[in-house]
């Protein structure tokens, strides 16, 4: 099968007028102009797309699906440690079947805004709608403790959970300590260790908020009170005095490439720390600052000192929805200096290599996924705003919108 446009735009870089992808078994098997493909393969049904721009399918690298159902449910403001105790409240009213209707929600809008791959964040373990759903999946299961003895049976039951689970090319799972300020350093550690023994991807929350900067530099603050309004004794607790990329990187004497989210507070002298260790970093923007009101995140920073910088969406918990699309809109308004062309980046090749599929996804380039948006064009030349709305989405060569 033969895909055409009249604008294809196979990377950051290369833009084909009148182009064409030759698909076979899932792949691009060809591109090129659609003439040149359709002399190459003559026999080749053709499937041509008009006033359309072909894209790489979006990579949302930090979600929470098992949220969707949260959404408006909790107030916007940069209260964190309230938010959390309120997402925590409403959370234990609900049962499995809730938080698969939840999870089933969130695949649904993902799909219909051109998301092609997901990173989901799980503390829930759920996974189930995952397997069905028709978009590359990569299921990060969430542990947490600050409990060094407690590490140890958290890993056994998240190895038992792994060990069950049937993957392939369409479902991954990885490994998700949950952030410095609810790992333990021995849990951090073993996470490490067990990401890189299997090869999984490892992914982590990291200076979310200045409420964390000060708890591990004092044991102090906001957070503090919040685990003492929820029952658990801290008179044990002992502050690391360190930054939360310290705290991780000395708990994991071990640790493949880490895919940090967040990273709003991220100390500049830690930039180094994160481009040695070949670290990316998940910018979720309307969270960050139309939510939680940060009024800045040091992006530009990162890719200065050459850590890469992805985006997410984060959960409708903590964001007004789930589209990668509405992510970039808001970073072209944003920052109106900016080529647009920097946001799709972050939301295609960028997003591809954190997650350790760079050789197979976010380019639309022979031996490369088939997974790509059909999105109108509003004007005959090309340009990012002349880009429209979706109107489909494949994965595998597959039509999932």
Not at 17 to 42: C, F, H, M, W
Not at 68 to 96: C, H, M, Y
Request: proline share 5%; hydrophobic share 40%.
């Amino acid at each position: 099968m033969i895909y055409s446009a009249p604008h294809i735009l196979c990377n950051s870089q290369t833009l084909i007028k009148d182009g064409a992808l030759l698909i076979k078994s899932g792949q691009i098997a060809d591109v090129g102009t659609l003439n040149e493909i359709r002399s190459a393969y003559p026999l080749e049904q053709v499937n041509r797309f008009d006033n359309a721009v072909m894209l790489p399918g979006l990579i949302n690298a930090h979600c929470h699906l098992e949220l969707t159902l949260l959404q408006n449910k909790i107030e916007p403001g940069p209260d964190f440690a309230s938010w959390i105790r309120t997402l925590v409240d409403l959370r234990r009213r609900w049962n499995k079947s809730v938080f698969h209707h939840s999870m089933q929600r969130g695949l649904d809008a993902l799909i219909q805004s051109g998301t092609t791959t997901v990173v989901d964040i799980s503390s829930q373990h759920i996974y189930e709608p995952l397997l069905k759903a028709p978009l590359r999946k990569l299921a990060c299961f969430e542990v947490f403790t600050l409990d060094a003895n407690e590490s140890v049976r958290s890993m056994g039951a998240l190895e038992t959970l792994l060990a069950m689970i049937e993957e392939d090319e369409f479902f991954k799972a990885g490994v998700s300590p949950h952030a410095p300020y609810t790992v333990a350093p021995e849990l951090y550690g073993l996470c490490a260790d067990l990401a890189q023994k299997q090869q999984r991807l490892l992914t982590t929350h990291l200076a979310e908020t200045k409420a964390e900067i000060e708890f591990l530099a004092s044991g102090q603050g906001p957070l503090r009170e919040l685990y003492q309004s929820l029952g658990y004794d801290m008179s044990a607790y002992q502050a690391p005095r360190k930054t939360p990329a310290q705290y991780i990187y000395e708990s994991c004497q071990n640790a493949p490439r880490i895919l940090f989210a967040h990273g709003t507070y991220l100390a500049e002298s830690d930039f180094a720390l994160l481009q040695k260790h070949g670290a990316a970093v998940v910018y979720c923007p309307r969270c960050t600052h139309e939510y939680f009101k940060h009024p800045q995140h040091p992006w530009k920073r990162m890719q200065a000192a050459g850590i890469p910088v992805c985006l997410g969406t984060d959960s409708l918990a903590s964001n007004f929805s789930l589209s990668l699309r509405d992510e970039i809109d808001y970073l072209i308004k944003r920052h109106p200096e900016e080529n647009p062309n920097a946001f799709w980046t972050m939301a295609t090749e960028t997003a591809a290599e954190a997650i350790g599929m760079g050789a197979l996804a976010g380019k639309l380039e022979k031996g490369f996924y088939a997974d790509f948006g059909v999105w109108e064009l509003c004007e005959s030349a090309f340009s990012y705003n002349a880009i429209g709305a979706l109107q489909h989405s494949f994965v595998s060569g597959q039509k999932i919108k």
